[in-house]
């Protein structure tokens, strides 16, 4: 039967009404006890339950009801009951209102104009085709013999359903229910969009978070807080944050539902949940072109996964995350409770979340381009000059207590290359030396080039690393480089540890420096580091940094030495330890290395092969063969340069001598050098 | 003719699509949008377009058949021919608003009248599936 109140005032309705209904002001408003707990409602849940908990106090005749509040969708969704455990009404899908209002017994017209409706028995309009309910009557804790259902209007929409039941709801019950809506219903309207408010503030409080994210902050924790976050606002039940890659779905992120879940299949072991295998071909079209999906029925989905429905998937929201240029990913939000669909403000929250990620991941990697092309050489793809400064310093203050080597390869006569081989040729070549000093380094060897032909390694090791075999072994890997048929690429090599070489890193940079010199000009000298004929002849038509060979000792010493096996380098540092003290007198600036390793030779002249020697006692072959060689030929010389001076000297071969060498001395002098 | 023998459904939304255009966004997202409904054996493809003030609902009925089966930007297949029937566009007081009959792929085209909410029923031979509750 229509109940004879009709047009109930909700406190929201019109201006005369919402002014009523101010907090506080309204005369005969909620008393100071329930407007507090009204207030103090932490969400919609807490608010309608004080709401309700309010209405069973002033009209003590109720002894069970139900609030159902339609959101952006249309659908009444229940937020809050009395008397009726919350095992039986949470969880329950909402309403759609065309359903309520065709099971409204009063009809659509009273629907509109907010007539209540008193009838006998349990009935809540739209339960009794609503296929997902059975009979909520059954399940209630006491008898019920009247339902009153009121709809509750605002701006000319019923915006909640009240439907209260008890053992006889006489008019002064019903009366005082209207009286308490008029004193209580406005503000808890007001509250409610206050929630909704804070709810929104919520969002866009971590939405500007995710923005605002600082540059040291890890990404990827950034976006699980963000995915954590959006699972929470949304009050779904899972969410899963992924990217698009070709035809591979890469999960970035993932909370809630869904992770960890296992899903059996007939005959073989249970196997992880794929939940991102609802993102079809379909949908991923659809989000490819910037769409927004929901699937509120995803049972009923023409494409939908039979093992995810199995598993609980009922309804699904995927959100394109949109990157400029390249394929995004999405966003995705899952419920185990069918018909859930956000509401416009939140899927539009939602979406903001979602570009805000987009925007995030975006700026990462255009941070993450911007390093990379600060602090990497274009053309081998190696660290540049800052990278090199910049790894150098890091790894001197950090201190490991390893060895730090830094070593300095130049590619000897690549100016020639260019010249020959033209500029693109030998930027190929370059290319190659990077990609085989990526390839080939040493694991945590960090190769730079410095600038034009000059590259840098930055060694770590142990206080056992052997620094001049690793060295090598890198100029090895340069120079098995080929530039043209029969040529390939030289390098000159300079390297230094710290500690041991150098104090500090300026120091350990220059002794490296001054090394790479050093051997530069000795390979130079030495026209090891001729790469072509062609260079080969600029170098020997430069001012000879060799002393000639114009004295007796310079002469016999290298035709000696040659005949021994010594080497170039051993050859030229030899020549200088002789020359020097035969020359005329001319000051001559000598590389730092050949220097050193002259000073070495005429260091060691007066030891002996029996070990009796000056001045550290080197005995037999330990004594480098340069020395030995100079031992042999300053003495046959100082004897006299005859017969009888071989004679002495074979006398004291295994003595003072080494004897091979007087041997190959004898060989020589009988066949009297060019003097 | 369709008003003795006929199933009333309501038909349930499966899959609601909306784009997002930056700057756009709350536009587009209240504005425009494709809608997937079902009703017993039969797919009903709804979207609204709105442009310049004015809107437009079209929809067509679509076998009940996978989408993944045919390629992403292909047009739904036509309804059978057998399948005749009408749109309607009725207010909330049950009275109709406009109506056009199914083309022969299904389909139908209606201008739906801003800010006012109205019920779709497509009527078919038999059954008619009922949306309630579209606005514009």
Redesign the interface.
């Known amino acids: 039967m229509a109940d004879p109140k009709r047009h109930l005032p909700t406190g929201n309705e019109g201006p005369h009404e919402r002014s009523r209904a101010e907090i506080g002001a309204a005369p005969g408003g909620p008393s100071p006890a329930l407007l507090e707990r009204l207030l103090q409602a932490q969400n919609p849940e807490q608010l309608y339950h004080q709401f309700l908990l309010g209405l069973s106090e002033a009209v003590p005749a109720i002894q069970h009801a139900l609030v159902l509040v339609k959101d952006a969708n249309?659908y009444f969704q229940y937020l809050g009951a009395y008397g009726i455990p919350g095992e039986l009404w949470r969880g329950l899908e909402g309403l759609?209102?065309?359903?309520i209002r065709a099971d409204f017994p009063p009809g659509?017209?009273a629907w509109?104009r907010g007539e209540s409706h008193l009838e006998t028995g349990y009935h809540l309009p739209g339960l009794s085709t609503f296929e997902l309910v059975n009979d909520l009557q059954a399940l209630l804790p006491a008898p019920v013999s009247q339902t009153l259902t009121l709809p509750l209007l605002a701006q000319g929409q019923v915006w909640a359903l009240l439907n209260l039941h008890g053992c006889e709801l006489k008019p002064d019950h019903r009366e005082a229910v209207y009286a308490y809506l008029e004193r209580v219903i406005g503000i808890v309207r007001q509250v409610h969009e206050y929630q909704q408010s804070k709810r929104r503030s919520l969002w866009l409080g971590a939405i500007n978070s995710l923005l605002r994210l600082p540059r040291e902050h890890p990404l990827e924790t950034a976006l699980q807080d963000a995915l954590e976050e959006a699972l929470r606002l949304s009050e779904a039940d899972g969410a899963r944050l992924v990217s698009f890659e070709g035809d591979e779905v890469r999960t970035l992120a993932q909370a809630g539902w869904g992770v960890g879940l296992e899903t059996p299949e007939r005959g073989r072991p249970v196997r992880a949940l794929e939940v991102e295998a609802a993102l079809?071909?379909?949908v991923r079209?659809?989000l490819s072109?910037?769409?927004?999906?929901?699937?509120?029925?995803y049972d009923?989905?023409?494409?939908h996964r039979p093992e995810l429905a199995e598993a609980g998937l009922s309804s699904l929201v995927a959100?394109?995350v949109q990157r400029p240029g390249v394929e995004g990913g999405a966003l995705l939000l899952f419920k185990t409770q069918s018909?859930w669909?956000p509401d416009?403000q939140t899927?539009?929250l939602l979406?903001?979340m979602a570009?805000a990620i987009g925007i995030v991941r975006h700026e990462r990697l255009l941070q993450e381009e911007l390093s990379w092309a600060a602090y990497t050489d274009p053309l081998t793809g190696l660290g540049n000059r800052r990278a090199f400064e910049r790894d150098l310093e890091n790894l001197h203050r950090l201190d490991s207590g390893r060895l730090l080597m830094l070593a300095l390869l130049d590619l000897d006569g690549f100016k020639a290359i260019n010249d020959t081989h033209g500029h693109v040729h030998a930027d190929h070549v370059l290319v190659r030396l990077g990609a085989t000093l990526k390839a080939r380094a040493r694991a945590g060897d960090r190769a730079y080039r410095l600038g034009g032909d000059e590259f840098a390694l930055i060694i770590e090791g142990s206080a056992s690393l052997d620094v001049s075999r690793t060295a090598e072994r890198y100029r090895f890997l340069i120079e098995e480089i080929k530039v043209a048929d029969g040529e390939y690429l030289k390098a000159s090599l300079g390297y230094a540890v710290l500690p041991g070489d150098a104090q500090d890193l300026a120091d350990l940079w220059r002794v490296a420096d001054d090394r790479m010199y050093d051997d530069k000009a000795l390979r130079r000298l030495l026209g090891g580091a001729a790469s072509s004929p062609q260079e080969a002849r600029r170098n020997s038509s430069k001012e000879p940094l060799s002393p000639e060979p114009s004295t007796p000792l310079s002469r016999l010493t290298t035709r000696l030495g040659q005949a021994a096996g010594l080497g170039p380098a051993e050859l030229q540092a030899l020549a200088w330890a002789v020359g020097p003290a035969e020359a005329s007198g001319e000051v001559v600036t000598l590389p730092q290395a050949v220097l050193r390793e002259a000073m070495a030779l005429l260091g060691a002249q007066y030891e002996r092969w029996d070990g009796k020697g000056l001045p550290q006692g080197l005995a037999g072959e330990s004594i480098p063969l340069a020395v030995r060689v100079l031992q042999v030929a300053r003495d046959y010389l100082r004897l006299g340069g005859s017969a009888v001076a071989l004679a002495a000297l074979r006398a004291e071969a295994r003595k003072a001598y080494d004897p091979r060498l007087v041997q190959l001395l004898a060989q020589i002098v009988g066949t009297p050098p060019d003097r | 003719m369709y008003e003795t023998k006929t199933a009333h459904v309501e038909a349930i939304l499966i899959m609601d699509t909306r784009s997002v255009r930056a700057g756009l966004r709350n536009q587009d997202l209240a504005g425009n949008w494709s809608r997937l409904y079902k009703a017993n054996q039969l797919y009903l493809d709804l979207s609204l377009k709105v442009e310049r003030g004015s809107a437009v609902l079209m929809g067509q009925v679509i076998e009940a058949k996978p989408l993944e089966s045919r390629p992403t930007d292909a047009k739904p297949e036509p309804v059978e021919s057998t399948l005749k029937g009408q749109a309607r566009l009725k207010t909330l007081s049950d009275t109709v608003a406009a109506q056009v009959d199914l083309d022969e792929s299904g389909g139908f085209r209606l201008d739906l009248p801003r800010g006012v909410t109205h019920h779709l029923e497509v009527r078919l031979s038999g059954l008619t599936v009922r949306i309630s509750d579209l606005t514009a």
């Open positions: 249309g759609p209102e065309a359903h659509e017209t509109y079809t071909r379909t079209f659809k072109r910037g769409e927004q999906i929901s699937i509120p029925r009923l989905y023409p494409d959100l394109p018909h669909l416009l899927r539009e979406q903001d570009a």
